[in-house]
C-alpha cells in the first residue's frame, strides 16, 4: 500500500504525513493530538517555550494521545553575536520603522534586551522527556546530543534547504531528512549557505537529496492534498510534512483573523521577508513588507526583530491594520479547503488513495 513506506516503519505511525511543528505559540497539543489520533505525526513547535513549559506541554500532548509525536527546537535560535546591538543599529532600524509605528499610533520600542540561546538549555528538556521524535531546523545538534538521542530511543529529524545540508545531516547520522522547499510557509530554515541563496523548490530539493542520500525523506513545503502527496511519494519521499493547511485548522494556535486570513484572496499573494523577525520566513505580503524589501540591512538581526516588531503586530492587531501584520502562509494556501485536522486527515488519505489507485 502506498502509506507503507520507511518513514512510516520507522516512526510507527499509519500514514507517511507529518503535521509541521509551528514555533511562536501557533502550535497546539489539540493540534498534535488530532493528527496523531488520524493516524498521522503530529509536531509541536517549542522553539519560543522555556524548559518548564516545554514539560507542561508535553504532559498536555500525553493527555491527549498515546500515539508517537514530535517535538520541535531551533538548534541556532539567535543571529545577535554577544546578545546585545549597538545603539547605532537600534537607531537606524528606529528611523525605518517610525511612520509604521506612528500609523499604528503607538511609540516606538526601546532597544530590545540582549538575548541569549536557549537550545542548551530545551534539549535538555527533550533528552529527559523522551518524545518518540526530535526534529530540529537551522542546523545539526551536536554528535554528542544525537548520540543521547540514539541511546534513549528518539527518534531524529532534521531540515534541510539545501542538498548540502541533507548530506551535512545524513554524516551525522540524523534519521530523517525534511527536504524543506521554498515554498513552505514559515520560517525558511537554512544553515550553511544564507536562505535567500538556498530558495529551491520542494520537489527539485526532493529529488536532488533522494538521488544522494539514503537516509528516509521527508517532503514538506507546497503539498496539502492526495495529488501533492502521490506526487511527492512519486519523486521519492518517504512521507510528507505539511504546515500551511494544519495551520488553517481550528485545533492550531492560529488567531481567527489569521486562519480567515489563510482562506482568503490576501493568500494568493505570499512573500520572503525578513521585516518582521529578521529570519527570512513566508507569509502573505503585507505593505510593511513589500515596501522595506531591499533594506533588510537595517533590520535588526533574529530574535531581536522580532522583540521590536511585537507591540507594533499587537496595535495593528486591535486596530485591524492588517497590512502591518505578517500572516505566515506557505503558497499552496489558496488551495486549502479545510478547517478540521482530523477531517483534513481524513481527505487527505482518501485523496491520496484515489489518486494512486488511478
Ligand atoms: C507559521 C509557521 C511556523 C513554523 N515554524 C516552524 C518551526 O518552528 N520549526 C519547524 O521545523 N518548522 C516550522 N515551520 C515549517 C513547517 O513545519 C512545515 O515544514 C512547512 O509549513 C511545510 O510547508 P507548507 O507550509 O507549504 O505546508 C513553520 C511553518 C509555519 C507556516
Known sequence: MWYQTKATELLGIDYPIMQGPFGGNLSSPQLVAAVCNSGGMGGYGAYTLSPQEIIETNRQIRMLTDKPYNLNLWVSDTDVPKGEISDEQYEQARMLFQPYFDEAGIPVPAKPAPFQSRFEDQVQVILDIKPQV??????????AILEQCRKAGIITAGAATTLDEALALENAGVDLIIASGFEAGGHRPSFLAPAEQ???????????IREKVRTPVVAAGGIANGRGIAAALTLGADAVQIGTAFLACEE?????THRRMLFSDKA??????????GRLGRGIAPRLALEL???ENLFLPFPLQSTFMSSLRKAAFEKQQWDLIFFWSGQIAPLLHHTKATELMQSLVEE?????QR
Open 134 to 143: 526530535f526534529s530540529f531546523v537551522f542546523g545539526i545538534p551536536s554528535a
Open 198 to 208: 538556498s530558495t529551491t523548490g520542494t520537489f527539485v530539493l526532493l529529488q536532488l
Open 252 to 256: 492550531s494556535g492560529a488567531t481567527e
Open 268 to 277: 494568493k499573494q505570499t512573500i520572503l521577508s525578513k521585516a518582521f523577525t
Open 293 to 295: 524589501a531591499g533594506k
Open 352 to 356: 491520496t488513495t484515489a489518486r494512486i
